[in-house]
């Protein structure tokens, strides 16, 4: 990695901390340069304003959640099946700990939705993706029957948004979650697995 990566990489980590502790409204460049023992011209070097920071820290954050599902999806002991509620029980948990770990955090995400659509469009077509795997697989085994994978997966994913956005959070324990997306995917199955 050169070293200027390296640089970003640090930029990002440090910015992304502040953002936890402190919102990213209540964040300006010159504290961001501040904690990193840099002048606010030489981080502009580096990024051109806040949001392009913000949008850097939100990529990161949603790659790091696409890993945590990708994983899922790589188990060889699940069915499909188990492997599709394994994937929405995972991005509750991984919801909820972001939610309870890092309130603050919703800001940044907020800011990235409206400016940056492309970063977060990406990222759920990498979701899509990998739920798309998982049908594949259901269909390989004869486990599942959809002609239409792509369209499958962008529904199913679409089915999911109530466990991913955490706006919806107060208005559920984790455990009333688990069990509608319990519910929901035993609905979801008898569709896959319609002859």
């Known amino acids: 990695m050169q070293k200027s990566d390296l640089k970003r990489a640090e930029i ?60 899922v999806t790589k188990r ?38 409206h400016n940056r659509k492309d970063i977060v469009l990406s990222k759920l077509d990498e979701q899509c993706e990998l739920i798309a795997e998982i049908i594949e697989q259901g269909n390989m085994s004869g486990e599942f029957n959809v002609a239409d994978v792509a369209k499958a997966a962008c529904a199913i994913h679409s089915s999911f948004t109530l466990f991913e956005v955490p706006i919806f959070l107060p208005l559920f324990t984790k455990e009333q979650l688990e069990t509608i997306a319990r519910d929901l995917v035993e609905l979801l199955l008898m569709g896959l697995r319609k002859r």
């Open 76 to 113: 060889h002991d699940l069915s499909a099946g188990e492997k599709l509620l394994a994937f929405v029980l995972e991005d509750i948990r991984y919801t909820f700990e972001r939610a309870e770990n890092e309130p603050k955090i919703n800001e940044l995400i907020a800011t990235v939705t």
């Open 12 to 71: 990002i980590e440090t910015s992304e901390r502040r953002f936890r502790e402190a919102g990213y409204n209540k964040t300006t460049m010159a504290e961001i340069a501040d904690d990193l023992n840099m002048s606010a011209a030489n981080l502009y070097r580096f990024f051109k304003s806040k949001q392009d920071i913000a949008a850097a820290c939100c990529e990161r954050c949603l790659g790091e959640r696409g890993e945590y599902l990708s994983a």
